[in-house]
């Protein structure tokens, strides 16, 4: 999976709360649970085209397919928008 160019940072409440706030109002998820072999997280109820992963207080997204990743980058920052979050965006190698 490749990573998305914007991580999402968890100031006023803790990462897995917010991303699972994210989740099930972006990517349809009834709850957010950590993947069996893996460090990431389910955030999309199963489909698992895009991953969480939690750093710190920082909240980083993998994707699977790359016709993805505008769509789920959108998602994001509107998320964001609507909720006044801090996001921060990463160069890209696109």
Do not use: W
Request: hydrophobic share 40%.
């Amino acid at each position: 999976m490749a990573k998305l160019d914007i991580e999402l940072i968890a100031v006023d409440e803790q990462p897995l709360d917010l991303l699972a706030k994210l989740a099930k109002a972006k990517f349809n998820a009834d709850d957010v649970h950590v993947l069996p072999g893996t460090n990431t997280l389910d955030i999309d109820k199963g489909i698992n085209d895009i991953r969480g992963l939690i750093d710190g207080n920082r909240i980083l997204f993998y994707y699977r397919y790359k016709k993805d990743c505008i769509r789920y980058e959108a998602s994001i920052l509107d998320y964001c928008r609507a909720n006044n979050l801090t996001l921060r965006f990463n160069a890209s190698e696109r």
